[in-house]
DNA sequence: TATGAAAGGCCGTGAAC
DNA sequence: GTTCACGGCCTTTCATA
């Protein structure tokens, strides 16, 4: 299957309203809500939507500080890799992990109450992983993009978008 | 208002399951559906839900391709960072942007198809950005940990949450 | 202040075309 | 892709502790 245009007019408004009716988008759209419910079908099954979730405001949780931590392991070892990312996944605190090319550096994004808060998870959470051997940790003071997909997609301004 | 023990539970669910009937909702919490409508109400209302989206799968849009760039400025006065932050909002390929403490650098997180692509991301979005003085970029090979919330909010293992 | 039960309208679903 | 009918969900009201 591949969307078209009608299906990512679709996706643009799921993904900013997950909870919007058949009715309401159909009107929007200029069709029936019957024919609007088989294209969203079609698109969770066709994996297009991978599923909708609530947006918590994490501020009303206390949490304010986001912290960019670049981890380096002493050995780029297959098996300590393995170590390491066997328990970050379980760190509470991390909400992304990547692994960086040209290095042997995970970059995390650490969500905290605060910088002493960020003092307890650094001890408690990440010094503790296997085979670390060094921790940077640099504080965002200001947050000025944060979108879950990038306005390309629904082909704003970018290119052509077939397969 | 002050989330419950509940309430957390109601949150937990909605942010994996946003479009989860009531009904399905009040049989799993033991409560009835009119309460639980009336709870998830309350959570909108008092901030704590800021909307519901859709999970799309950007792979199946051809961006399987994430670069952390990072950019510094030729000034650090109010202007340049307003002008700089002015033209960054409007990247279509830009999903975060973070202003970071110790220096005058900007933290981005970039989608892209593929390497090629990036590099016409680079050259037509970045750096024609105003007051850029270096761009540099690394990308990710592997994404270890997505999360949109961290568990510690729902009470997972941390420690107490009450204001 | 928060819950539970019942009535009514709206929405989502599926058949037929 | 559309229409239509049915069943279920969501909303409101009211009674209760």
Known sequence: MDADQLDLSILAELSTNARISQIELSNRMGLSSTAIARRQRALEDDGYIKGYQAMLDLSRFGL???????????????????????GIVKCPSVIR?????????????????DIEDFERIHRTELSPLPRVSRIQSNFAIREIVNRAVPPIVFGKPGRSRRR
Chains 1, 2 share one sequence.
């Open 64 to 86: 304010n500080t986001t912290v960019l931590v670049r981890v380096t392991l002493d050995s780029q070892s297959d098996e300590a890799l393995k170590l390491f990312e066997m």
């Open 97 to 113: 992990c990547f692994l960086m090319s040209g290095s042997d550096d995970y970059l995390l994004i650490v969500l905290a109450r």
